[in-house]
């Protein structure tokens, strides 16, 4: 940021502020469909806000994130649900979620860590199966997730006589449900943004950085690598946790189908894409990758129609295909990502130099 | 004991396709350290166009042995197409990229193949024709087919003439040299590109018959069946120590056996509070525990980062 007026900048956070503020009310004329799109989409960005930590700070390749919002879900969903008959108000889960999600992401990580790159890689992702297969099987012979059914009627939030489930005037405008969790969302993930790039330029954050860029270099610093590589992996694994519990909450319902292989790809995917490393990249990566689906999915039918007449091929099959030929041509053009950190331009600067 | 030979023998027969896609796996990563995200896929491809062939043929009447190895002789050029366009669209430009950049590459390719699988193929199972009778023979209380015995032999003969490429002609000379160092290897007159071409190749060509495979052991293909396969075959190539040859067979043949022999008796261990349903987290149970004790894999050398 350097070189802009100080002022500038506020006015244009300000700006943004504002609109982001407006947003639910702009897109509730659209439908709430689109609401609750964006409200899943924050949840991605969540998602890939941790993941970065993993993956983007400190370099480490994690292929079953997904499990720890899997985590975060099922012990919202578990708490606070008939299946058990618990009722738990959501801010005791939802930290909860996010401390089982920890624990989960220290248990795969103190063993595993010493493994480098694709090792590692392939580890956590038959750590994200395990999790996932043991939801889907762990109903006989004592029932504790339901199985393949998974869990529904989950309690929204609640908090007093405030129910984020149900519509609410408030000073005069509409409050739908939806529209009530995307403040909070909001929230939410304001509060991770700033807690990440606080991080980033700390002394964690720079510890990460050069375990990332030479691990062998770190450790003669005097970094201690594992337990640096191991608070990555708890604090990627604990928003991950964060985000599944509202995940729940806003879904009220779960199976194990939400957390399969595909789902941990495609936010590894949106890291990537977005530009690894980099907060503001990231977003963009998971905002463009989440919505680029639902816009293909309004967009394909209509176009075919008009062209051809008639529905040649499933808009899903196309939505899939576009969504492949787009991951490749970004990284074919922009392998750094669209927006790329400091430190990948000037390593891609150099190499061309 | 009939159980546990039983077991035995399904594991190795499995476990030998997935040594096959396994090799697939390594020899990429060894020759330019990349994931292949897309291999699963190539597999898929291999037994979708197999199944084609094999039901336009099946009514001519002609002998089934014939059929089947028509349909592999498709199905081999067409994955053979498929990998080499792979390299060239979507991983050699990506060479000097950062490290992830290749995979998610890898990732999207996947994505696309898949799809256009089920555009051509449609989204329900397809039951392969069952043109080969299944012919049982006993060995002490245990049943083994002749279909086990073909993919137990067709592994095997991959697998030997594999062997024979890498470690006794210029060619296999040529990929060992790029594998260790491309640039070295480039300076002493190795055609780097060619090489890795050629590799992409022979993967290929590996991962077509063992889509016949793997089609017709379960007699079932469908458009998502190279994921869970792909995942577990680059399971097999990692528990052996990726980049090595003998570590990816080892690794796959392991790898079904311990799937088989766990889902056989977990049952009984465990008192019937786990079943068989559990039987694809052995695959990486085991895969996390050697992992954990031999960080680079059974047969694996240390290998230094690509940076």
């Known amino acids: 940021m350097k070189g802009r007026h100080p002022a500038l900048v506020w006015v ?30 924050i949840l991605y960005v969540l998602l890939a806000l941790g993941l970065n930590i993993v993956v ?12 720890f919002y899997a985590l975060g879900a099922y012990v919202y ?33 103190a063993p595993t860590l010493k493994l480098r790159g ?4 392939i580890v956590t992702l038959g750590f994200g199966e395990i999790i996932r297969i043991f939801l889907n099987n762990l109903s006989q012979p004592v029932n504790i997730t339901n199985g393949p059914q998974g869990v529904s009627r989950i309690d929204p939030f609640r908090f007093g006589g405030f129910d984020f489930g149900k519509s609410e005037t408030l000073f005069g405008l509409a409050f739908s449900g939806p529209v009530k969790y995307y403040y909070f969302l909001l929230a939410m993930m304001m509060a991770v943004i700033f807690v990440t790039v606080r991080l980033q330029d700390s002394r964690i954050g720079r510890a ?43 879904q009220g319902f779960i199976s194990p189908e939400s957390f399969v292989l595909v789902e941990s790809i495609m936010v590894v995917s949106m890291v990537v894409l977005g530009g690894m490393g980099n907060v503001w990249g990231v977003i963009l990566g998971a905002v463009l990758l989440s919505f680029a689906p639902e816009v293909l999915r309004y967009t394909v039918e209509p176009v075919q129609k008009s062209i051809f007449g008639k529905s040649l091929i499933e808009p899903e099959v196309i939505r899939m295909l576009l969504f492949g030929l787009a991951m490749v041509l970004i990284m074919r053009f922009r392998p750094a990502g669209l927006l790329p950190s400091a430190v990948r331009k000037r390593e891609l600067a150099e190499r061309k130099g | 004991m009939d159980i546990f030979i039983q077991q035995l023998i399904n594991g190795v027969t499995l476990g030998s396709v997935y040594a096959v896609v396994a090799l697939g796996y390594t020899m990429v990563y060894g020759i330019i350290q990349l994931i292949n995200f897309a291999h699963g896929e190539v597999v898929l491809i291999g037994a979708m166009v197999a199944f084609s062939v094999i039901t336009a043929l099946a009514p001519g009447g002609w002998p089934p042995l014939m059929v089947v190895a028509a349909g592999t002789m498709v199905a ?23 490290r992830l950049a290749p995979l998610i590459s890898a990732i999207g390719m996947s994505i696309i193949l898949q799809h256009l699988a089920l555009l051509v193929w449609s989204r329900n199972f397809i039951a392969f024709p069952q043109i080969i009778r299944s012919e049982p023979y006993h060995i002490g209380g245990a049943i083994i087919t002749n279909v086990q015995i073909a993919i137990i032999a067709t592994s095997v003969a991959m697998m030997a003439g594999l062997a024979l490429i890498v470690y006794r002609t210029r060619l296999g000379t040529a990929m060992r040299a790029t594998a260790q160092n491309q640039h070295v290897a480039g300076l002493m007159g190795v055609d780097i590109n060619r090489i890795i071409a050629v590799t992409f190749l022979i993967a290929a060509a590996l991962a077509a018959v063992a889509g016949v495979m793997v089609g017709s052991y379960y007699g079932i293909a469908h458009y998502q069946m190279g994921s869970l396969l792909g995942l577990k075959a680059f399971s097999a190539a990692v528990l052996g120590g990726i980049g090595n040859l003998p570590g990816a067979m080892l690794g796959g043949v392991l790898l079904g056996v311990v799937e088989a022999l766990g889902a056989g008796y977990i049952g009984d261990f465990t008192d019937n509070w786990f079943g068989s349903n559990y039987q694809d987290v052995f695959a990486f149970m085991v ?21």
């Open chain 2, 287 to 307: 895969l996390i525990a050697v992992l954990v004790f031999r960080p680079t894999g059974l047969l694996g050398e240390r290998v230094g980062e690509r940076t």
């Open chain 1, 208 to 250: 990460w950085e050069a375990v990332r860029e030479d691990e062998t270099a770190a450790r003669a610093m005097g970094i201690n690598t594992t337990n640096i590589k191991l608070l990555a992996f708890a604090m990627g694994a604990s928003f991950g946790g964060l985000a599944g519990g509202m995940f729940a909450a806003i």
């Open chain 1, 118 to 121: 694709d090792y590692l890689a």
């Open chain 1, 56 to 67: 983007g700070f400190a370099g480490l390749l994690d292929l079953g994130y997904i499990a």
């Open chain 1, 77 to 109: 969903a578990l708490l606070a649900s008939p299946h058990f008959g618990l009722h738990l108000p959501f801010w005791l889960i939802l930290p909860i979620g996010a401390l089982v999600a920890c624990l989960f992401g220290v248990l795969l990580g």
């Open chain 2, 76 to 98: 081999i050029p067409v994955c053979m197409a498929i990998g080499y366009g792979l390299e060239r669209a979507a991983y050699r430009p990506l060479r000097n990229a950062p």
């Open chain 1, 12 to 41: 244009g956070a300000g700006l943004v502020g504002i609109a982001l503020l407006a947003l639910p009310f702009a897109l509730a004329q659209a439908g709430t469909a689109w609401v609750r799109i964006t409200n899943f989409a």
